[in-house]
């Protein structure tokens, strides 16, 4: 049988997708410019260089295409590295563990500059809120093999403690790379949160 192949994009078609990805990436630019709360639909259409209907025929609002912006990249990198957290804890090791904290930091590195914007967004939007807390609701559940190892009457205390881990780490991040408040090396401070939290996630 012949393979499946996608149907041809019109021309129309594919000038949306090019105008919905120039107000993704205006946005991002924005959000990290002035922070989520200073931005303003306008202020995305005139980047773009496109009209404020033109903007509303792609997203319902600016909490929209942040929404979007985190779907594409935050998300599903945090549940690959929670899927690693779930490895590296079968192991049993704590040197592996400690270089999980490594990576993490580096993940809060490579995404640094939208954390402000989602931190406002979850401070101003009750929407954003419940979408914020659906994803650290659904980190823990990509864990099975950690899961799996507690008692199933202390699994949502198994879950809490994944859920705070991350909590942790973000604001850790906040502190020490974007407000500077914290004044040590990434490696210092990967060996103090593996002694804090590798013994927090072993199965009782």
Known sequence: MPAHTEPRRTLREEQKLRTRERILQAASALFVERGYG???????????????????????????????????????????FCEDLDRVLETGSRTEFEDWMRRAITWFEQHRDLLSAWDEATALEPEFRDLMRAGFAALPESMTAYLARWPAERRDEARLRVEMLVAQLERFFTRWALLGTIDVTADRAAAVLADIWFPALQTP
């Open 38 to 80: 200073a931005v303003r639909v306008d202020d995305i259409a005139a980047a773009v260089g496109c009209s404020r209907a033109t903007f509303y025929l792609h997203f319902t609002g600016k909490m929209e295409v942040l929404r979007e912006l985190g779907e594409r990249t935050a998300l599903p990198n945090a549940l690959a």
